[in-house]
């Protein structure tokens, strides 16, 4: 084996002393010749403990591993060893490929030309002093950081049609719905609703139709088309539909 001479100084861990002893003796990093490795990794640092005792741990520590990793080879049919091997060469690839990446990173940063100047003086106060609303100053500091707007207070104007609107009996739209289909004039659900109503008036007449299909006395079916079954009576019940009222 040959015997190589190095300097610690010149490595910037075990790893990089590892991939330039495969380098040196021309392995294949996918397939290295790991007995042979550990050979000369221990080697050189058993020559550098003797121009320099206080070698870096962490060549030491790499150096106590390889060893362990050469126990376990030595024994047939080890998968610890396999494994210990498998997970060094990986090591090693990647190490590889962070070198040459930061190889043509460093490259490409030596082409360019980098200035540096002082900083400009300040011309005048740098106090902010011009009148300006706070409350404005506030909401373009909102804007700034990226938040949605402040909610304004909601009016009082607002709140009206909600509290004045009129109360609207569902015992009402019961017998509106029933009268329709008496008459014929009323087939499909969707004739119940219009747009044109008010949102108390549509809820009640919803709020009736739950009632008479619950009750038995229509039926919907997938189309939508209102059955209504004559043969039943309204059920006596101790709150009637009557004192049921929807409010928008």
Known sequence: METLTFHIEDFEGPLDLLLHLVGKNKMNLYDINIMELIDQYTAAIATMQQDRMELSSEFIDMAAHLVQMKSALLLPRSP??????????????????????????GSRARDLYTAVRSPMPLEGAAEYSRPQDPDKLVQAWFNLMGRSLRRKKPQQERFEPLVTAPFVSVASRVAHVLRGLLRGSLHRMGQLFSREESRSTNVATFLALLELIRAGRIKVDDTGTLQMDRTRRPRQRNKTAGEATAHE
């Open 80 to 105: 610890e060893a396999e494994r210990m091997k498998a997970e060094l060469t990986g090591r090693l690839i990647e190490y590889s490929v962070c070198k040459k990446v930061a190889a043509a990173l």
